[in-house]
């Protein structure tokens, strides 16, 4: 869909809002017949309209005959069944002397936010201050992003206690992902904004503009080191709980192995006596009591041996070279005696 919009400059109550010297032709979610009106009526290269569309598409800008094109990376999202998918997509400018056209292939947050004059007072008096506006919203919008995208990870963090299942180490990869995308479109858009402080046929018209840019660049650096540091940090909590949920698992079949190997003990006994041959007690009426209160009392002992709390004490006093205790005669072990000999000497 294309739309012929025009920026408010200035908005004074009571007088009729400034608007810009340019036209701003807003084309988002664009089809066939968009592109070829784009072609015939704006004179735009099909290569130029086919790099835009690529979703793939690195942050640059080039000179044509009529114009100058530049190509950013936004940030976006989706619903989906998932939950919100973010990810990033390329955004065509092209500057004319009397216009600027917006060219995305879908829709974007800071598109909308222009468009509905849903921000903070930007250098939007010139084409170049509009472009430089542009991108420093996405920088903004990359960094709330970012900060929404740690909250989230906290709350499948919080979840992975407790759990030995993927689902949770699936969002966690989801989000790594999404990582790789906003740090590779902001790594672009840096070189992009480094290249317009320096390039002949894109000039700032004034002081404020410059100052502008210099604070997207900066604002730009810090969404960069925040997105390295997130991934960082997703990086070694996936391989710690990868590790949780590995421990998890191998708790729960070791009580499953516990279960079966105290079980051994009664199926043992129970089978010893159904053999067809004379055994003590066969013949007596209630001797299948006994045989039960055996094997009940086999699979406690059993349980027993191997429960953990018993297993943790042996370990512990293993560890801690606990010397055995002689009880025996009330004798004193051999050592000290060799000791008092040695002091009386």
């Known amino acids: ?20 010297d340019y036209t701003w032709i807003d084309a988002r979610d664009i089809n066939r017949d968009d592109i070829s009106r784009l072609e015939e009526e704006y004179s735009i290269s099909s290569e130029l309209l086919a790099d835009i569309m ?16 530049l190509i950013v990376r936004l940030p976006a999202f989706s619903d989906d069944s998932h939950g919100i998918n973010q990810y990033a997509i390329p955004l065509g400018i092209v500057l004319f002397p009397d216009k600027v056209i917006t060219i995305c292939q879908s829709d974007s947050v800071v598109l909308e936010d222009f468009a509905r004059n849903r921000f903070r007072q930007y250098p939007i008096e010139t084409k170049e201050g509009f472009v430089i506006s542009i991108m420093g919203r996405a920088a903004m919008v990359y960094i709330r992003l970012l900060k929404y995208m740690n909250r989230q990870k906290s709350l ?6 407790r759990s030995i299942m993927n689902y949770e ?5 989801q989000i790594q992902k999404t990582l790789v995308y906003f740090t590779t479109s902001l790594t672009t858009n840096e070189v992009l904004l480094e290249k317009l402080q320096k390039t002949p046929y894109f000039q700032l018209h004034s002081e404020d503009e410059r100052d502008f ?15 390295n540091i997130y991934s960082d940090i997703l990086t070694g909590t996936m391989d710690a709980f990868a590790s949780v949920i590995s421990n998890n698992m191998n708790v729960i079949m070791k009580r499953l192995t516990i279960i079966s190997i105290s079980l051994m003990f009664p199926t043992f006994i129970t089978s010893f006596y159904g053999m067809n041959v004379e055994l003590p007690f066969s013949t007596l009426p209630f001797a299948w009591l006994g045989l039960a209160g055996l094997c009940g009392l086999s699979a406690l002992i059993g349980t027993w041996l191997l429960s953990d709390r018993r297993n943790k004490r042996l ?6 070279g606990e010397a055995p205790v002689h009880k025996a005669r009330g004798r004193r072990p051999r050592h000290t005696k060799n000791r008092r000999k040695i002091a009386d000497s």
């Open 1 to 20: 869909m294309i739309t012929i919009r025009n920026n408010v400059v200035s908005r004074v109550p009571g007088d009729i809002p400034a608007v810009a």
């Open 54 to 69: 690529d979703q793939d598409e690195q942050a640059r800008i080039e000179k044509e005959d009529d114009y100058v094109a």
């Open 156 to 161: 499948v963090e919080e979840q992975l206690h």
């Open 169 to 173: 180490l699936i969002q966690l990869l």
């Open 213 to 227: 840019l210099e604070d997207v660049i900066t604002d730009n650096k810090q969404a960069i080191a925040m997105a």
């Open 315 to 320: 370990i512990q006093r293993a560890s801690l």
